[in-house]
T-cell receptor, first 110, second 112 residues
Framework: DAKTTQPTSMDCAEGRAANLPCNHS???????VYWYRQIHSQGPQYIIH???NNETNEMASLIITEDRKSSTLILPHATLRDTAVYYC???????????FGTGTRLQVFP | DAGITQSPRHKVTETGTPVTLRCHQT?????MYWYRQDPGHGLRLIHY???????DKGEVSDGYSVSRSKTEDFLLTLESATSSQTSVYFC???????????FGQGTRLTVV
C-alpha cells in the first residue's frame, strides 16, 4: 500500500505562496493523490486531487512529478484562514480504504 | 455542503455501556467511513462500507462494530465502551473510490 510522507510543520507569511510537499514513492499507476485540510477541530475538507496531470481549482494547485513519486500542494496567496493541518493521501490500491497520515501543520503568520 | 449529519454531536457515557453513533447522508453516496481522531494523531479509519450490508475493517476496528441496513445510514457501535475509546469520531461519504470524500462535523465521545 502506498504511503505518504509529509513534513510535520511549516510556516508561511500571509499573502505568500504556501508550498506543501508530499512524498509517495510507492504509488501505483492507478492510484490518485488527494489533499484535504482540517481547520481546528472541524471535519476535514477536500481540497484537490489528481492522477498524473497538474490540477488547479479555486482553492489550490496540485503539482505531481512526472514519475508520480511526489507532489506539491500550492496555496497561491495564503491567508490566516489557511492555517490548518494538511493531509496528503493516496487511495489504497485494490481496496476502498481512505487512509490518512499525520499531515503537515501549516501556520500562516501576519 | 454535502448532506451528512452525525448524531449525537456530543456524548458522555460510562465504561461498559453500549454506545451507537449515527451517520446519516442525503447524497445517496455508495461509500461511508468512520474515523476516530485523538490528540497527536491524524484520522484513523475504524470501519467503512462500500454498499448496503457491505462493510470492512479499517486500521483500528477492535472494539467497534458497524451496520448499514440502508444507503443513507451507517451506524458505529461500541459494544462495551472503554476509556480508550474517548475520542472525536468523524463520518465521511464518497460516491466512488476516485471521488472526494465529504466529512461530517464530528461526534465528541467521552467515556468516564
Amino acid at each position: 500500500d502506498a504511503k505518504t510522507t509529509q513534513p510535520t510543520s511549516m510556516d508561511c507569511a500571509e499573502g505568500r505562496a504556501a508550498n506543501l510537499p508530499c512524498n509517495h514513492s510507492t504509488i501505483s499507476g492507478n492510484e490518485y493523490v488527494y489533499w484535504y485540510r482540517q481547520i481546528h477541530s472541524q471535519g476535514p475538507q477536500y481540497i484537490i486531487h489528481g492522477l498524473k496531470n497538474n490540477e488547479t481549482n479555486e482553492m489550490a494547485s496540485l503539482i505531481i512529478t512526472e514519475d508520480r513519486k511526489s507532489s506539491t500542494l500550492i496555496l497561491p496567496h495564503a491567508t490566516l484562514r489557511d492555517t490548518a493541518v494538511y493531509y496528503c493521501i493516496v487511495r489504497v490500491r485494490g481496496t476502498d480504504k481512505l487512509i490518512f497520515g499525520t499531515g503537515t501543520r501549516l501556520q500562516v503568520f501576519p | 455542503d454535502a448532506g451528512i449529519t452525525q448524531s449525537p454531536r456530543h456524548k458522555v457515557t460510562e465504561t461498559g455501556t453500549p454506545v451507537t453513533l449515527r451517520c446519516h447522508q442525503t447524497e445517496n453516496h455508495r461509500y461511508m467511513y468512520w474515523y476516530r481522531q485523538d490528540p497527536g494523531h491524524g484520522l484513523r479509519l475504524i470501519h467503512y462500507s462500500y454498499g448496503v450490508k457491505d462493510t470492512d475493517k479499517g486500521e483500528v476496528s477492535d472494539g467497534y462494530s458497524v451496520s448499514r441496513s440502508k444507503t443513507e445510514d451507517f451506524l458505529l457501535t461500541l459494544e462495551s465502551a472503554t476509556s480508550s475509546q474517548t475520542s472525536v469520531y468523524f463520518c465521511a461519504i464518497s460516491e466512488s473510490t476516485r471521488e472526494e470524500a465529504f466529512f461530517g462535523q464530528g461526534t465528541r465521545l467521552t467515556v468516564v
